[in-house]
């Protein structure tokens, strides 16, 4: 019986990063302008804070084939709009167990906080993070849509300006 790593070998992840303007966003920036590197797998959508997160994007996210969706916003306590970051703690404790429950796995959902000043923790996260999905292998949903790049405008509707 094949390993995962040999099963999966060659499967390039993708995933969706749903991150907050004040924070992650601006620290994919600065990896960006400090030259860090990451594995290309991100496609970012940015929202004013991860509280603004209908649930229901991360699971259309999922649901449109994305292989992972990392939720990344302020550290607890520098949430621009007070707590929204705590509940949204709360709302990816519950996403985990939901999509768990209809069978997928929960690492499928990543909750990350990262600073405007932490370009490299973003390229640490995302190293593992990809290391990780590349071990559980492809969205199952992935192969019943006929597309898997998401963007805002699936998300929203629209595109974002
Ligand atoms: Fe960044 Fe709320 S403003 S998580």
Known sequence: MKDSKEKNAGFEPYVLGLVCNWCTYAGADMAGTSRIQYPPNLRLVRVMC??????????RGLELGADGVLVSGCHPGDCHYVNGNYKTERRMYL??????????????????????SEGSKLAEVMKDYVNVLKKIGPNPLRNSREKHHVDEKDLFGKELK
């Open 95 to 116: 996403l985990r167990e939901l999509i768990q429950q209809a069978g997928l796995e929960p690492e499928r959902i990543r909750l990350e906080w990262i600073s405007a």
């Open 50 to 59: 991860t509280s603004r997160l209908d649930p229901t994007f991360v699971i």
